[in-house]
C-alpha cells in the first residue's frame, strides 16, 4: 500500500513540468500497436524497428518539457486529420445511434404535385406547405 502511494508520488514528481498524453501522442502508439500487429502476420524485420521508432518518439512527446512546442505539434497534427477524424466520429456516431438519428430529416412527398419536402425530425405534429404549389398537409415528425 505505502509502497504503491510512493510509487504514484514518483510518477507524479516526473510527470511534473512535462508535457503529459495527447492525442498525437495517443495516435503514434495506437499506430505502433497496429504496425507490431502486422508485424506478426508479415515478418520483415523493419517493421520491428518502425513500431519501437513510433513508441520512442511518442513516450518523448509524452515525457517532453518543451510543452509549447508539443502542443504546437499537436495541433498541426488535430488541423492536418481533420477530415479522417471527422469521418470516423460520424462511423462511431451511426454505430452508436443507428442510421435514423444520424440523418435529420424525413422526406416527404407532396400529396398534389409530387415535390419532394426536407422535413426537420423531432418536431411533433406539424403543417408542411408545400414550396412548389403551396398545398398544405399535417405530418408528423418523431
Ligand atoms: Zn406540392
Redesign the pocket.
Known amino acids: 500500500m505505502n509502497q504503491g502511494t510512493g510509487f504514484k508520488q514518483k510518477v507524479l514528481q516526473f510527470m511534473q513540468g512535462r508535457y503529459g498524453v495527447d492525442q498525437l501522442s495517443n495516435f503514434l502508439i495506437g499506430l505502433a500497436v497496429f504496425v507490431a500487429l502486422v508485424g506478426m502476420i508479415v515478418r520483415v524485420p523493419v517493421i520491428n524497428i518502425f513500431c519501437w521508432v513510433l513508441i520512442i518518439i511518442g513516450y518523448m512527446r509524452i515525457f517532453s518539457k518543451n510543452i509549447s512546442k508539443r502542443y504546437a505539434e499537436n495541433q498541426k497534427f488535430l488541423d492536418k486529420t481533420f477530415g479522417i477524424r471527422n469521418a470516423f466520429a460520424k462511423v462511431k456516431y451511426r454505430m452508436k445511434y443507428g442510421k435514423q438519428t444520424s440523418e435529420p430529416f424525413y422526406i416527404y412527398k407532396?400529396k398534389?404535385?409530387g415535390?419532394k419536402i426536407r422535413i426537420p425530425k423531432g418536431k411533433g405534429k406539424i403543417m408542411i406547405t408545400?414550396p412548389?404549389?403551396k398545398?398544405q398537409f399535417k405530418k408528423y415528425s418523431r
Open positions: 407532396c398534389k404535385c415535390q408545400c412548389k404549389c398545398f
